[in-house]
C-alpha cells in the first residue's frame, strides 16, 4: 500500500473517559434541575399568583394544584424571603398578595335608602369646583376622555385624577383588581362631589372569587349569581354615596354578539334597580339606544344630530368610538347639571 493512502490509526480511548463524560453530564443535568427546582421556590409566591389570576377553567385548576403546595414549601423552607426582601425595596410589597375581599358597608337589610334630593342645590363656581372622579373597566376610557374634553373650558368642574381605567376588570374578580377597596379609599382620599362609573364589561361570567363562606354560586344570570353581584353593585353604590358623592353609574351598551348583549342585560337591569332605591343620590345612565340602529339593533355607525353617519363602536363590537364618547359625556354633564347649580362666573 503505498505510503499517501495509509489509513490512519484511530487515537486509543484512554481507560475511564466515556465513563467521566457520562459523569460530567450527569452532573450538569442534575445541577440544572436542582437549579430549576430552586428558581421555582424562589419564585413561588409570584407563580401562585399569577394561576390565580387566570381566567376560569382547567387550565387555571392544574396551575392552582401545582403552585399551590410550591408556595406552602416555599414559605417553610424560608425561600420566599428573598423574593419579599426584593418587592420590598423595590416598594411593591403587595404585588404578591392574592386580594378577594369584598369589604362592603353594613347591610341596609333590604330597607329602601331613597332621600330626597336636596331642597337647595350645592353651588360649584371656579372657586369652588365641583371635584369628579372617573373611574371603571376599559370601557370608561373613550367616554372619560370626552368628558374631560367637556370639562376642560369649564372651571366650576375639575377632574380629581386622570381617567382610572383599569383594563380586564370588575366585580366579579377583586383578586384581579378589588374596585370595593379602591373605591372606598379613593373617595376618602380625593372627597369627590361627583363620581362617574362604569364597570359590568368584564363580569358577564359565572365564576366570582370572594364569595362570602358557605355560598355556592350557580351559573351566570342564576338566582344565587344574581344575588351575590346585587350584593357587590350595592355595596360600591353605597360606598360611594355615604362619602357624600353623587353617583352617575354609565349602563353596558349594545354589543355587536347578541349573547353578549343578553348578559349585559341581566347586569344593567341588576345596577338599574339598585340605582333606582337611590334616585336622590344615583342616576344610572342606559346607553341602549343612544347607538342603536334603526331595526333597534348593534349598529357601528349611526347617524348624528346633523344627519352625517359617525362611527360609534369600535370595530370589536363593544367599545366605543369618540363620537360615542362625547354623547355619552354630554349626557354625564346633563346630569350634573339636574343636581347641582355650576356657576361658571366668580361670584
Known amino acids: 500500500m503505498a505510503e499517501g493512502t495509509r489509513r490512519r490509526r484511530r487515537p486509543r480511548r484512554r481507560e475511564g473517559e466515556g465513563g467521566r463524560r457520562l459523569h460530567s453530564a450527569g452532573v450538569a443535568v442534575g445541577v440544572s434541575v436542582a437549579a430549576l ?78 332621600t330626597p334630593a336636596p331642597a337647595k342645590p350645592r353651588v360649584f363656581t371656579p372657586r369652588r369646583p365641583l371635584r369628579i372622579w372617573i373611574a371603571g373597566d376599559s370601557l370608561v376610557v373613550v367616554p ?53 362609573l362604569l364597570l359590568g364589561g368584564n363580569d358577564d361570567h359565572g365564576f366570582m372569587t370572594g364569595v362570602p363562606e358557605g355560598v355556592e354560586l350557580g351559573s351566570f344570570g342564576s338566582g344565587s349569581w344574581e344575588r351575590e353581584y346585587r350584593r357587590r353593585v350595592r355595596g360600591i353604590m353605597e360606598t360611594v354615596v355615604r362619602s357624600g358623592a353623587y353617583l352617575v353609574w354609565i349602563g353596558l351598551p349594545l354589543a355587536r354578539d347578541a349573547e353578549q348583549t343578553r348578559r349585559f342585560d341581566t347586569i344593567n337591569a341588576i345596577v338599574q334597580s339598585e340605582a333606582a332605591r337611590r334616585p336622590a343620590q344615583v342616576s344610572y345612565l342606559d346607553t341602549y339606544f343612544f347607538f342603536a340602529g334603526p331595526d333597534g339593533g348593534y349598529a357601528q355607525y349611526v347617524r348624528d344630530p346633523s344627519g352625517r353617519l359617525v362611527k360609534v363602536r369600535a370595530d370589536d363590537g363593544v367599545h366605543f368610538e369618540r363620537a360615542a364618547g362625547d354623547r355619552i359625556a354630554e349626557e354625564v354633564l346633563r346630569r350634573l347639571e339636574e343636581r347641582f347649580r355650576l356657576r361658571e362666573g366668580t361670584s
Do not use: C, M, Y
Open 144 to 196: 372619560g376622555e370626552s368628558l374631560l374634553r367637556a370639562i376642560a373650558d369649564r372651571p366650576s368642574l375639575v377632574p380629581v385624577a386622570p381617567i382610572d381605567g383599569r383594563i380586564a376588570t370588575g366585580l366579579e374578580r377583586p383578586d384581579v383588581f378589588n374596585w370595593f377597596r379602591h373605591v372606598r379609599e379613593t373617595v376618602r382620599a380625593q372627597k369627590p362631589h361627583a363620581v362617574v
Open 37 to 114: 427546582g430552586l428558581s421555582l421556590l424562589l419564585n413561588a409566591p409570584g407563580l401562585h399568583k399569577s394561576a390565580h389570576l387566570q381566567p376560569d377553567g382547567w387550565k387555571r385548576d392544574v396551575a392552582l394544584a401545582v403552585t399551590g403546595p410550591l408556595e406552602r414549601v416555599s414559605s417553610t423552607l424560608l425561600l420566599d424571603r428573598p423574593r419579599r426582601a426584593l418587592k420590598a425595596l423595590l416598594g411593591r410589597s403587595d404585588d404578591d398578595a392574592i386580594d378577594t375581599g369584598v369589604d362592603l358597608p353594613a347591610p341596609d337589610a333590604g330597607a329602601p335608602v331613597a
